[in-house]
């Protein structure tokens, strides 16, 4: 029996082809010209005034907290439900991540609880588009513009997704991507950092280059480079933009695939839905997404355990998702709930994901065919 993982890398076709191109221009450090060309594709696509490629969403993230001049006791409002680098980035900076409960219908931050968890030192609030249906933007970036608040887009799974035909990642004041091999668009290790703000562009280009004004000098806008500010090493390299420039080159073709899959699974699950077996994913009208992740609600947490123990012995590889972050041994030392937590807890417990990689397709019928054998139904 062949089995079918969770997830499997796309290859496009140029990947090798970009990556040789580069090995044989002997500069392999990075901002190259795949650099550059990934970083006006980044901007195209989410309509930002500036793009920079970095070696992971966690990067972008770090650069964010860093742009946003935080001091220690300074608080961050997000959701528990998402992955540690959301909060790490800025507990980096000495900030109090402040978790408020998700959405029972997007799994994403309810911003009806942000007032309620505002204090004199809420600086920041982060969105994180879960499954690259986008949180409530309007009413977040109205919240944020009543009480002077930073807005940082956790859109590490937001590529090519939308909300009232706005690009994800570029509605906020700063916007982070990942192209790690779990995302539609890969290139093994990456990220994107992206903002509208001229003066947070020009400083972010410093931060990435280890606070020196190196981008300005190869410019020819200075005539050295130096220490002029705090920083990190947020640039990748060549090799990793160019195999990125090929995923990005038909990114749209490659989120359209998994859209099919998305799809194929969404009808195929209605009737587990109508009877009260599972809960399907739900997307809300002002929303488009990417067909990044396709899920299931199981009833409990037992029976979605019960599940993936049941489709791994047919073959499937399935995956639940992340451990709420306000449950876990190191957040009490450096963080606090601002509300009930009675939709993560529940949520993230019973939710159980399916592949949705380019190429699966020849295995839907039978992966549906086993999910619907696991509730003793016939599909």
């Known amino acids: 029996m062949t089995f079918i993982p969770f997830n499997q890398s796309y290859l496009c076709g140029k990947e ?32 930002a005034g500036k793009s920079l490629f970095t070696h992971s969403c966690t990067a972008a993230l770090e650069m964010a ?54 204090t004199v030192r809420t600086k920041v609030i982060v969105p994180v588009h879960y499954a690259g249906v986008s949180c409530e933007m309007g009413a977040i970036m109205n919240c944020a513009k009543t009480h002077n608040l930073l807005v940082i887009e956790d859109a590490a799974q937001g590529l090519y997704s939308s909300y009232k ?62 220490w002029v500010d705090i920083g990190s090493s947020y640039l990748p390299s060549e090799l990793n933009a160019a195999y990125l420039l090929a995923q990005l080159e038909v990114g749209q073709s490659i989120s359209n695939k998994r859209l099919k899959i998305w799809g194929r699974y969404h009808d195929a699950f209605l009737r587990l839905e109508h009877d ?20 299931l609600l199981m009833p409990t947490l037992d029976s979605r355990d019960r599940f993936i123990a049941f489709m791994k012995e047919q073959g499937i590889g399935l995956s639940f998702h992340y451990v709420p972050l306000h449950s876990t041994e190191h957040a ?38 086993k999910t619907y054998k696991f509730f003793g139904l016939s599909a």
């Open 16 to 47: 090798s082809e970009y990556v040789s191109e580069a090995i044989g221009s002997r500069a392999l450090s990075g901002d190259g010209p795949f650099t550059k060309k990934v970083q006006e594709n980044i901007s195209s696509l989410v309509g």
């Open 65 to 118: 907290a860093l742009l946003s001049n935080l001091v220690p006791g300074d608080e961050v409002i997000m959701p528990s439900f998402t992955f540690v680098s959301t909060a790490n980035a800025f507990t980096l900076r000495g900030a109090v991540p402040v978790f408020v409960d998700i959405r029972s219908d997007t799994l994403n931050l309810d911003e009806t609880l942000l007032e309620q968890a505002i």
């Open 165 to 226: 035909g706005k690009p994800l990642g570029g509605i906020g004041d700063m916007g982070a991507f990942s192209f790690h091999a779990t995302k539609n668009i890969s290139c093994g290790e990456g990220g994107a950092f992206v903002t509208n703000s001229s003066e947070l562009g020009e400083r972010a280009e410093i931060i990435r280059e280890k606070g020196t004004n190196r981008s300005k000098f190869f410019r020819g806008q200075v005539d050295k480079y130096s």
């Open 276 to 295: 009260g077996f599972a809960r399907r994913p739900i997307i809300p009208q002002e929303c488009e997404h990417n067909g990044h992740i396709y899920y």
């Open 332 to 369: 009490a030392t450096c963080s606090r709930a601002a509300s009930s937590m009675s939709n993560t807890d529940s949520l993230a417990s019973r939710l159980v994901r399916f592949p949705v990689w380019p190429g699966v397709e020849s295995e839907l019928d039978y992966i549906i065919e």
